[in-house]
Nanobody, 120 residues
């Protein structure tokens, strides 16, 4: 079994910054792609950013230039640095990871989500 635990959400004023972290633990052989998605009230979940095991990144247009995804493979952790936050960035942010387990299976796992609220 693999668990993803997010942290770093909270309340921030427009223009402010937050850094989200997501640590994976459990029966992990290798973590492939990792990413962040978000879901605002009444809206569908949408991809924010993704990163491969080699460090290649992909961003949604609405966060390009403001958010940065990174990972520490030694710590099985993915980060999302969010700058110049806007009220429309308010959502629950979820991390996900594609994991090859110790016994060989490959599955996608999701964290429980962390609330980010951008408001004055």
């Amino acid at each position: 079994q693999v668990q993803l635990v997010e942290s770093g959400g909270g309340l921030v004023q427009p223009g402010g910054s937050l850094r989200l972290s997501c640590a994976a633990s459990g029966s992990i052989f290798r973590i492939n792609d990792m990413g962040w998605s978000r879901q605002a009230p009444g809206k569908q979940r949408e991809l924010v950013a993704a990163i491969t095991s080699g460090g290649n990144t992909n961003y949604a247009d609405f966060v390009k230039g403001r958010f940065t995804i990174s990972r520490d493979n030694a710590k099985n952790t993915v980060y999302l640095q969010m700058n110049s936050l806007k009220p429309e960035d308010t959502a629950v942010y979820y991390c996900n990871a594609n994991v090859r387990s110790s016994w060989g299976s490959v599955n996608d796992y999701w964290g429980q989500g962390t609330q980010v609220t951008v408001s004055s």
